[in-house]
């Protein structure tokens, strides 16, 4: 069964304190691995697609990197304004479908 | 572009109304989604579309009705509207099936 399961489900930094959030996933040939902010009250933004282990993106304080099992998103000297649910997804090669993990909320205080 | 738009963004509908939630994208996208979101889950797919005249079922389709007569609309009906339907519906659509969604601001529809 295709899952996606991310972890922390919360994170509390401080500004300037780097951390990582993990996306674990099973699914049945992998079709990109999505990952997206969610501010409160508005729509998923995208950010990034990696397709194959070993690629690596990268936009301003984030950075993401690909296994065969699971993604991190790293975040470097986060800013108050990096607060928000990031949420991972990937695409099953199995229903064609995205599958979302549930998603951590991530709150850095100045 | 608008990107993808929907409406209303608030709505409580009495048990057994019926309504339907707008979504519009400017995009020429082939690929829309119709998704759900409750507290602390992911989102899950509900109805599908690969292009105009065809609509296929996603993991939650109960409850629902969907229909996709252009390119650029694609209307969410809930008929006979349940308390287990409240939550957070979000529209997305996609160029391809492998690349990314992009995603509405939401409907927040709550059942009493």
């Known amino acids: 069964e295709d899952q996606v399961t991310q972890s922390p489900e919360a994170l509390r930094l401080q500004e300037g304190e780097s951390s990582s959030l993990n996306c674990s996933y099973t699914?049945?040939?992998?079709?990109?691995l999505f990952w997206y902010r969610q501010d409160p009250g508005k729509g998923p933004e995208f950010l990034f697609t990696?397709?194959?282990a070993g690629e690596e993106k990268e936009k301003e304080r984030l950075k993401a990197t690909l296994t065969k099992k699971e993604s991190f998103l790293h975040i470097t000297a986060p800013k108050p304004e990096d607060s928000a649910t990031y949420l991972c997804?990937?695409?099953?090669?199995?229903?064609?479908?995205?599958?979302f993990g549930q998603g951590t909320t991530l709150q850095v205080k100045p | 572009n608008a990107g993808v738009t929907q409406t209303p963004k608030f709505r409580i509908l009495k048990i057994g109304q019926s309504m339907t939630l707008q979504c519009t994208q400017d995009?020429?996208?082939?690929?829309m989604y119709w998704y759900r979101q409750d507290p602390g889950m992911g989102l899950k797919l509900i109805y599908y579309?690969?292009?105009?005249?065809?609509?296929d079922k996603g993991e939650v389709p109960n409850g629902y009705n969907v229909s996709r007569s252009t390119t650029e609309d694609f209307p969410l009906r809930l008929e006979l509207a349940a308390p287990s339907q409240t939550s957070v519906y979000f529209c997305?659509?996609?160029?391809?099936?492998?690349?990314?969604?992009?995603f509405g601001p939401g409907t927040r529809l709550t059942v009493t």
């Open positions: 997305a659509s996609s160029y391809l099936q492998d690349l990314e969604q992009y």
């Open positions: 699914v049945s040939g992998l079709r990109g």
């Open positions: 990696l397709y194959s």
């Open positions: 997804a990937v695409g099953s090669g199995n229903t064609g479908k995205l599958i």
């Open positions: 995009m020429n996208h082939n690929y």
């Open positions: 579309s690969v292009g105009a005249g065809i609509t």
